[in-house]
């Protein structure tokens, strides 16, 4: 460990050349060459499958492209249509309710989960059944609350029989099934959340805890007094990654209600499939991706401006 | 006074406390929530989908068959399936389920063994541009993939591999910015000595990655490797865009062919079922064998 600490991501690195006190001067030019070779099987990877097709979509959303003949550039077209269009707009007024339903549904539950967990059990086996459901695919998830919820032979209608509610027809009426579709991956996210927070639960120091205890402290007052503001840096971390992902809603959507009732369930992501694969309409569908990405983007940056996810209260 | 929260958060440290008991119950609740639809889809698929609607609301299955596995995985004649309510069409789960296989254990190899190349590139060696290449890799995390799939699809479409493996499995199969970043982060942990142990030996670079990072590090790689499978197993939107066809169709694929195929009317719940349970037991028996290191890995993630 005399040389070099192994965890400083070497900051010397760049264009600097060969440090003085670089104790093995004769394998530069080759340890350059041997850098490369390494890194190149991932660097076509990056360039034909991230960088050059990011780069091309943004291309394509300045053009009238339907796959079969080449590409012509119209300009702002696309985006002149966007303003216009009142399906993109209603796609984007639904992709918003279902994110709001999503998230604060599941941040809710996945917090007190964890802190459930935090405070009784160190179980792994707990920890292992509260992921199960993230593990398996959207279209199988999708596909069991689909049958659970069907209007005729659902278990859950069946259990609104049971205390006397009528049968609500999930994904089939318009007011019901971004709801519904929101509480499904809340069913998938839980657990998966829930771990997050834990792992920043852990985190926080133990005697913390024990000081508010001698003090006398309750239960509820620790949680608002010293858990949730410790905790603020994770949950800003926790709520990028989630509502960056609940803006992508897409397999669940096309499996089950497949934009419908009315375009109740066109969600973003699934209108831009439905222009590219269904209309063929490339350049507009690219143009969408454009505004989707451009908002991922502005939610991820003021998602950890108002959280100041950066600033930590535990110094 | 104490309440460092013990394992099994016993009694003892307050005894008779109704917050605790609540909060045991609220706990079971969600564990009941998380693990009872699992139990319905097995019911469900164990059941005689034409009598199912007799007892809509029983736990257990309905007139007990085998049936709806045999069915999907086609070894079911026609008859038979219809007798027990499916809608005779052929299924072969059997194929659906060898292309995920394929196409899922290709996806870990290359992914992991390429990303552990390349993190091995980014933690240990020394070369101009490092950490601006390596910048620029983590930023394609913030790209939406629906972003890079239209062009994505445009080019594997252009190169004729619509519809082959090499196409469904091309996006995945070199890196993935999370796989290079997770890798690099071990590999920046490991101790300069033993490397340079051997390069005192006169080991050459590919030796020392071979015989002395990758051997250090199977704990991350196998935990990499099963989060890698897991999802490869999983995604629906880009197999469902280049490979529709029956030869290349993958689970996440075929069941939702297989949704949008049985009737209406009288759809074949108990068939679909036991197609979903098919689809979801590999990743499950995966966690039963990996589960402490998945769940650990979490606690990576959420301090990334």
Request: glycine letters at 6%; hydrophobic letters at 55%; proline letters at 5%.
């Amino acid at each position: 460990m005399a040389t070099a600490a192994p965890t400083a991501p070497a900051a010397a690195g760049d264009d600097a050349p060969a440090p003085v006190d670089n104790p093995r001067p004769r394998w530069r030019g080759g340890e350059t060459r041997a850098a490369l070779l390494f890194v190149a099987p991932a660097m076509v990877g990056f360039l034909a499958f991230f960088a050059w097709p990011t780069l091309r979509g943004l291309y394509l959303s300045f053009t009238d492209y339907d796959l079969l003949t080449s590409a012509d550039f119209s300009g702002l077209d696309n985006y002149r249509r966007l303003l216009e269009d009142e399906v993109f707009w209603n796609s984007l007024w639904v992709t918003l309710k279902y994110v709001a339903i999503n998230i604060s549904v599941q941040t809710f539950a996945a917090l007190l989960l964890a802190v459930l967990i935090h405070r009784l059990t160190r179980s792994v086996v707990l920890r292992g059944i509260i992921l199960l459901p993230y593990l398996i695919s959207n279209v199988v998830v999708a596909l069991l609350w689909y049958w659970m919820a069907d209007y005729n032979l659902g278990v859950i209608n069946e259990m609104l029989g049971w205390v006397g509610f009528d049968p609500v027809a999930f994904f089939g009426d318009e007011s019901w099934a971004i709801p519904t579709i929101a509480m499904v991956n809340v069913w998938r996210h839980l657990g998966y959340t829930a771990l997050l927070i834990f792992a920043g639960l852990q985190m926080i120091n133990r005697d913390v805890y024990e000081a508010a205890a001698v003090d006398g402290a309750g239960e509820v007052r620790v949680f608002f007094r010293i858990t949730l503001p410790l905790l603020r840096p994770v949950m800003a971390l926790v709520m990028v990654l989630t509502v960056i992902g609940s803006w992508q809603i897409f397999d669940t959507v096309a499996v089950t209600t497949q934009g419908g009732p009315v375009d109740a369930t066109r969600v973003v992501q699934y209108y831009i499939y439905d222009q590219a694969f269904n209309r063929f309409d490339f350049g507009y569908a690219s143009a969408i991706s454009v505004v989707l990405f451009l908002i991922l983007a502005g939610v991820a940056l003021a998602q950890l401006k108002l959280l100041r996810a950066d600033e930590s209260d535990q110094s | 006074m104490r309440t460092t929260s013990r394992p099994r958060g016993s009694g003892a440290v307050r005894r008779w406390n109704v917050g605790r008991l609540l909060a045991w119950v609220a706990l079971f609740v969600i564990i009941v929530i998380t693990l009872a639809p699992f139990l319905w889809m097995a019911r469900t698929a164990l059941s005689n989908n034409r009598v199912l609607f007799t007892e809509p609301g029983s736990w257990l299955p309905v007139d007990f068959t085998w049936g709806p596995f045999e069915r999907v995985l086609g070894s079911a004649s026609t008859e038979e399936a219809q007798a027990e309510g499916g809608s005779g069409a052929s299924l072969r789960f059997w194929a659906y389920l060898r292309n995920s296989v394929i196409v899922s254990t290709l996806i870990t190899l290359g992914q992991v063994f390429f990303s552990a190349m390349a993190a091995y590139a980014f933690a240990r060696l020394r070369w101009p541009g490092r950490d601006k290449v390596f910048f620029v890799f983590v930023t394609a995390l913030m790209v939406p993939p629906v972003f890079t799939m239209l062009p994505n699809f445009v080019l594997i479409k252009n190169l004729g591999l619509l519809n082959t493996y090499p196409g469904i499995i091309a996006p995945f199969f070199f890196m993935t910015p999370f796989a290079v970043f997770f890798l690099r982060q071990f590999f920046l942990g490991i101790s300069r000595e033993v490397e340079e142990a051997a390069m005192i030996d006169g080991a050459g670079y590919f030796r020392i990655f071979f015989r002395v990072i990758l051997p250090m590090s199977s704990a991350p790689l196998a935990t990499l490797g099963v989060l890698t499978f897991i999802n490869a197993w999983n995604e629906y939107f880009w197999p469902q865009l280049v490979g529709q066809e029956e030869s290349v169709r993958v689970l996440t694929v075929a069941l939702s062919a297989f949704h949008s195929s049985t009737p209406q009317t009288g759809p074949d719940w108990a068939g679909l079922m036991a197609a979903t349970l098919i689809a979801a037991v590999p990743t499950m028996l995966l966690f039963l064998v990996f589960g402490r290191r998945i769940v650990n890995s979490i606690q990576f993630t959420g301090v990334r």
